[in-house]
């Protein structure tokens, strides 16, 4: 059989330690914003859901939109890095 070469990793510099993309930037300084965002919003709100209304802290109503935007997101990256795989 024939061995493959390793790859090397263009991610992996020698002694340079980790460098963050500015993706990777970009995506923190959201989630920060996002976070100071929630904090400050406490106040209970009314939240109308098809036949019921509920009354909850707006801060759980934004965290429970945010980790739904977050999981959606996921499972978009998923299924497109699967469908580009399949094409290679």
Do not use: Y
């Not at 460098?19 to 989630?31: C, H, M, N, S």
């Not at 996002?34 to 802290?57: C, Q």
């Not at 978009?76 to 580009?84: A, D, E, N, P, Y």
């Amino acid at each position: 059989m024939m061995e493959h070469p390793e790859r090397p990793n263009p991610n992996e510099d020698a002694g340079s330690g980790f460098r963050p993309t500015p993706k990777q930037i970009g995506v923190l300084v959201l989630a920060v914003l996002l976070v100071v965002f929630i904090v400050i919003n406490t106040e209970p709100t009314s939240i109308n859901f098809l036949v019921t209304e509920i009354r909850l802290p707006l801060w759980i109503v934004l965290a429970g939109t945010a980790l739904i935007g977050f999981l959606v997101g996921i499972t978009v990256g998923i299924r497109r890095t699967k469908r580009r795989n399949r094409s290679d």
